[in-house]
């Protein structure tokens, strides 16, 4: 049975999951998988923490999520472990901009890029392989916009015992191009204490909005790696707060960067700790790898400056990371994919998986 990829991503866009809130489509996915012949698992993955999370949380509670893992139905029982998984995430950032849209030439929507259409163009691929005797699985996550939680939690699945799969083609907006790398990313909190004192009278306290002014003027004259064909290593300060009024020395005051890497961040960690010591206290609370990926012969590549699954994805096989749409609309209000790019990728993943298992790939 061929799958239209366009409307599948038109069906599973006007299903709101943003993070946390993904237990529709995720039923959507796995009632939608059995009845196309596959066997169907559901890994539950926990909810967050709402101390950690509480503006996601603010307008609506989590629901209950979990993870959809296929794999072509067996006679024999559950179907047997491919050699090669399609994987991307179904859950999307906020807000849910409501039903799918389109014209002629593209959808628009939260997740026609990131990643729904991505996921239906991998349903069709494994469909199309099936019918030509190839079995491929179908690893669909939920929290890759977060924390990665459900891969995570994919990562100690049961069945994904020896023999496991070899590679997994990770989906992500790439413009349809084989990434050769993906950055990793290092977040950074940075916390000042200080004395509260009447403003008219500053001698008489210590501002912590000072000292984290003085740390972030360090942190951002730091020498950054930069690495010949990959790219730059990037600082952004994201958020910066404290104090508690014009008039009162701030007793108090935060601020929380992300860097995204092109290499191990080991140097870069010392960095900061020398660049902020004395002045505030440093919390690393992520860190993602940076990732280098093999090519394949005729597919045209690029770099990805952003973060994925993969690096939780570990016992999944060798990665590669491929997709349609572009990057540049995905998170913005105009989040949009050309119909023709969504069924070109349903090709090259097709051609991706016969080339691994061929053994043609190079590195």
Known sequence: MAIDPIELTKQLVD???????EGECGEFLAEYLLGLGYDVTRQPVPPPDPARTPGALRDKPAQPRFNVYAVPRSEHGFGVQPEVVLSTHFDTVPPFLGPCREDATHLYGRGVCDAKGILAAQVAASQQLLEEGIQTGLLFVVGEERDSAGAKIANELPINDPPRPKFLINGEPTDNRLALASKGCLR???YASGKMA????PELGDSAINKLLAA??????????????????TLNIGILGGG?????IADKAEAHILVRLVGPAEDI??????ACEGLCEVVF?????????????GFDTMVAKFTTDIPSLTTWGEPLLLGPGSIHVAHTPDETILKQELLDCVQLYV??????LNGEAGK
Do not use: C, W
């Open 15 to 21: 299903i709101e999951s943003t993070t946390y809130h």
């Open 188 to 190: 950074v909190e940075l």
């Open 198 to 201: 009447h403003s008219a009278y």
């Open 216 to 233: 972030l003027e360090n942190v951002r004259a730091l020498q950054l790696p930069v690495v010949e064909g990959i790219g730059d290593t």
């Open 244 to 248: 508690r009024a014009p008039n009162v």
């Open 269 to 274: 960690r010392k960095s900061i700790l020398t």
């Open 285 to 297: 609370s992520l860190e993602l790898p940076f990732v280098q990926m093999r090519a394949l012969e």
């Open 351 to 356: 051609r991706a998986v016969k080339a691994l």
